[in-house]
């Protein structure tokens, strides 16, 4: 279940470019349209970053990069879009926080961690990416591209919080990690509904989501109301095993 967040119905194609990564904007004045940023406007600083290695962490992570190493917590003015390519960000014991903007058209805000929307992305490495509160409040969103998680924790919260969501085409693997959901106004992991893990409705026959592994607080991944009644988004030969307040997706030997 879950509704599309509607921001994503006004977002409208950036013109051609060779660039594979931007950071977009949504304008005070409305949501017909992005502004697209570099990374200096972005961070509001003056001096150019120093240019790194590929693969070397920095502390301002560079996403037009295969390889995305977090050298410090990152908290982007506004939200990493990655359109293109296969990436790797590796979280590498730091925080990455979504900033939040609000809808004018229906006031709603909104907090997405990373926006996928074409291309691959695997995450790996212990770390954290936090979408702040919010309406629609998704760590995750692959709206058309592939996103991989084999390590990290993911939290969230908000009125309509879908923690890692796919639509328009958008795959989700999971292999590893920890997913906290938090519904606005309950404690983490409280209600075993669509809260963790969702699929837009209209996109079922085309997105995906499927878990091979991680822990899941106050969500069985395996037994959900997510897309109906005992929803499984767990892996033919694996299985999910409550541990206290926790779900364990492992394999089924």
């Not at 406007?41 to 920095?58: K, R």
């Amino acid at each position: 279940e879950g509704v599309m967040p509607k921001v994503a119905e006004k977002v409208g194609a950036v013109g051609a470019s060779d660039v594979n990564v931007k950071m977009h904007g949504m304008e005070a004045k409305g949501m017909d349209a992005l502004e697209v940023v570099d990374a200096q406007a972005a961070f509001g600083e003056e001096e150019t970053p120093a240019e790194d290695e590929e693969g070397e962490a920095s502390s301002e992570p560079d996403f037009s990069k295969d390889e995305v190493i977090l050298g410090a917590d990152f908290a982007p003015a506004e939200t990493v879009v990655i359109e293109s390519g296969s990436k790797t960000l590796a979280l590498n014991g730091k925080t990455m926080t979504a900033p939040t903007f609000v809808d004018e058209s229906d006031n709603s805000t909104n907090s997405y961690g990373l926006w996928v929307k074409g291309g691959e992305v695997i995450i790996d490495g212990e770390g954290e990416i936090v979408a702040q509160e919010a309406m629609y409040s998704m760590a995750i969103w692959a709206n058309g591209g592939t996103v991989v998680i084999n390590n990290g924790t993911f939290r969230n919260a908000g009125e309509s919080c879908d923690l890692i969501y796919a639509s328009n085409g958008g795959k989700v693997i999971i292999k590893g990690g920890e997913f906290i959901a938090t519904p606005k106004g309950s404690e983490a992991g409280t209600g075993n509904d669509y809260s963790a893990l969702n699929i837009k409705n209209s996109d079922r026959e085309i997105s995906s989501i499927t878990v091979y592994g991680g822990r899941f607080y106050g969500f069985n991944p395996a037994d959900n109301i997510s897309e109906g009644e005992h929803t499984n988004f767990v892996a033919e030969g694996y299985k999910s095993v409550q541990n206290g307040d926790w779900w364990e997706v492992i394999e089924d030997k």
